[in-house]
């Protein structure tokens, strides 16, 4: 079975920069649809950033330009490198992963399997 392990979360100032890793275990012939939503209570989960197995990324609005996924050393390990952050992208990140995401990529409901979150937070 597949297991996520992320990580990188911490406190920051607005403007300031964190970079996130994923890292997944139990698959390696192929690429996952990996990425990361954000959670923040009252709120629902958003999708971020996802790089699909054929290596296609997409970015939510809110972060694109400021937001990177990369790989890391293996192609089910990857780093979310965010610049330029803002109050409002205070929340829990939590890793995702499935076997394809297509045109869905924006919805929690195909992802099967999650980390266990790391927290952001920006202040003013």
């Known amino acids: 079975d597949v297991s996520l392990v992320d990580s990188g979360g911490d406190s920051v100032q607005a403007g300031g920069s964190l970079r996130l890793s994923c890292s997944a275990s139990?698959?390696?012939?192929?690429?996952?649809?990996m990425g990361w939503f954000r959670q923040t209570p009252g709120k629902e989960r958003e999708a971020i950033a996802v790089?699909?197995?054929?290596?296609?990324?997409k970015y939510a609005r809110s972060v694109k330009g400021r937001f990177t996924i990369s790989e890391a050393d293996a192609h089910n390990s990857l780093y979310l490198q965010m610049n330029s952050l803002k109050p409002d992208d205070t929340s829990m990140y939590i890793c995702?992963?499935?076997?394809?995401?297509?045109?869905?990529?924006?919805?929690?409901?195909?992802?099967?399997?999650w980390g266990q979150g790391t927290q952001v937070t920006v202040s003013e």
């Open positions: 139990g698959w390696s012939r192929s690429r996952l649809c």
């Open positions: 995702a992963a499935t076997w394809a995401c297509g045109g869905s990529w924006a919805s929690p409901s195909i992802f099967t399997y």
């Open positions: 790089r699909d197995g054929d290596g296609s990324i």
